[in-house]
């Protein structure tokens, strides 16, 4: 299928082929019919990536925070690559749509296959969505003109304003700013018996929207006009729909607004708030998040968990349900905001007139429509095939998350070592970030045609953690070499189904514990003398604060962070140590403070003699080092600081500083290689399994 991306590098648009998605649990596919291009959202997306890389950093003053912070803990070449890396990423395009859905996913009940669909948030300008529950509405079946339903998630948008806004029946409504959202906003309110006032920098009216009044905002007796026709009073509810870089819509809103009135926004404009008008008058202000409640919750929108009616009357999906209904009724009719409906393949011409509009033509919706193709069910896009090189290993890897195309692959391409033959992925838009950006021969949403492909040497699989087991097992079983990226598993029985795969097939078999690779790592254990003195190890890491609701903190799909993540620190003891891992204890804190079980001490202790401490916690600052390993032998110490600084303390003290952060990826996946051409052994996998088995029960027990 093909599927528009924002090439945010110059600010072009770019239509690239990607697999079709294939249906998961609570999802439904849907056949794009229909699709809106927000001339507000998708027109500012545009302008900040035609802007040069300095314009960006003064409008994006955060983001360049963020990169001098990674700076000074990372160091500063690995900051400008992930810096780089993540604007060279194409971005996908569009939010609202409307389409027939072609296959639904278990625990969908409420559509069923030839239904037409209304689809937010997640309906891209594809050729094909993949689209939550919670995020469709039915169409009744005798809808004739589909197209205005493709403007549901703006309607979504107005219906969580008014609703933020508590307006009732009745009453006198400010809309500011009459674009798209603003007459949708404006039809809505006047469906629900409301009179609305209109104000904008220019008279944008329409014959189809009813309004009380139409103001300019630039008039200097706007607050006189509006209480004029109010009675003296002035609107009851201002909702601001405008894009402004100015605070004038905000000023506005105060001057207008009623003795204790409601202001909500739900544009975008500067918001600095005056604080008499506010105080006199006691005036709320509220914001409204995007189409409704569920909005950024994984647990709504990705796991399809709705909210129970009697809790939350207006979520997210039903104030698209609502948006169908008012349409559907004839309550409302936006069929005359539609000004321009472009083919698919021609959307460049789409945001041609949305951005620099060289013909001054006047437009409010503008829509994409999709064709009939076959092709775009295809399951494998194949690209020109890369030139071969003798002695590269061929890669086929499943998965392309964020880790995928932000540092696997890129390491990958850097080795020399490795060629992309081949990309699986579940289809859409990442499989079309990542084969565009590193040029795979082809991608495909089905991982078995890896695991059938004799041109493959090595499957690496790049999945969330609870579908590592099953496609290490089934790639051993089909006699490939596997490097998966931790853990291996989440549970006891699948590492024992691992091991015995293993044992019984032709394949290697890696873990992606890629520290004990790390250069500076190699140097602390060269300074060692274990075989003296039994050594003292102190790791702490300061991971982070992550979200309850994150994925990897859902013990069912990421196991925790300490199963998650922690095994890359064990793992790396006990390569410094060199000797067998006897005992691993975790204690976790029990303090309302820490519910997710993500601040733990691990102690370990190993055959050797030596002990060790790993201090796992989400409570640091961001901007103090993530890891930090001290080690105490034989009258030396070595401190490593965050893979960029190591200190060495003995009969002589000697220090290394590096400028970009070398946590081992391509150390590991050199090793790899020269354990394929028979130069090495595979000894890593046995303390992988060995540690794997400790931290789970571990983490059981503790």
Known sequence: MKQLFLMVSDGSVKLLETPAPTVKENDVIVETEYSV?????????????????????RERPDQAKKVLEKMAVDGVLSALDAAFTRLSEPMP????????????????????????????????HAEVNRVNRNLIARLPADAADIRQYAMCALGGIALQGIHQANVVPGETVAVIGLGLVGHITARILNAYGCDVIAYDIADKTLPGTRLKAFVRASNENAADITKAMTNGRGADKVIITAAADSNMPMDLAAAIVRDRGV?????VTQMKLDRRPYYERELTFTMARSYGPGRYDPAYEEKGVDYPVGQVRFTEGRNIEEFVRLVSEGRADFTDLITHVFPFDEAERAYALITANSSRERSIGVLLQYPKREEKWAAVIKHSPGKTSEGKLRVGLIGAGSFSKGTLLPVLQSTGLYQLRALATTGGTGAAQASHSFGFEYVTSDYRRLLDDAEIDLIVVSTRH???AQFIIEALEAGKHVCCEKPLCL?????????????????????????????????????????????????IVNAGFIRSDHWAQDEAVGGGRIIGEACHFVD????????????????????????????????????????????????????YPKEQLRVFSNGAVCELDNFIRLRRYGCIRAGTVTLRQDKGIAGEYAHIAAVLAGRLKNDAIEDAFLSHRLILEGNRDG
């Open 37 to 57: 291009v927000s001339a507000g959202t998708e027109r500012s997306l545009v302008s900040f990536g035609g802007k040069g890389l300095l314009q960006k950093i």
């Open 93 to 124: 395009m569009g939010y609202s749509g409307v389409g027939t859905v072609t296959a639904c996913g278990r625990g969908v009940t409420d559509v069923s296959v030839g239904d037409r669909v209304a689809m937010a948030g997640q309906a891209y």
């Open 263 to 267: 202001i909500c926004m739900i544009g």
């Open 466 to 468: 609870n579908t590592h």
């Open 491 to 539: 549970t006891i029985d699948e590492l024992e189904r691992i091991i015995a795969a293993y044992r019984s097939s032709p394949g290697e078999l890696f873990c992606g514990l890629n520290r004990r690779y790390a250069p500076l790592v190699q140097k602390v254990r060269e300074t060692l003398s274990t075989d003296q003195t039994p050594a003292v190890y102190d790791y």
């Open 572 to 623: 790396t003891i006990q390569y410094l140590d060199g000797s067998r891992l006897e005992s691993l204890n975790i204690t976790h804190a029990n303090h309302g403070a820490s519910p997710q079980k993500d601040n733990a001490l691990i102690a370990l202790r190993f055959s050797s003699g030596a002990i060790a401490n790993i201090v796992y916690t989400s409570m640091g600052s961001r901007k």
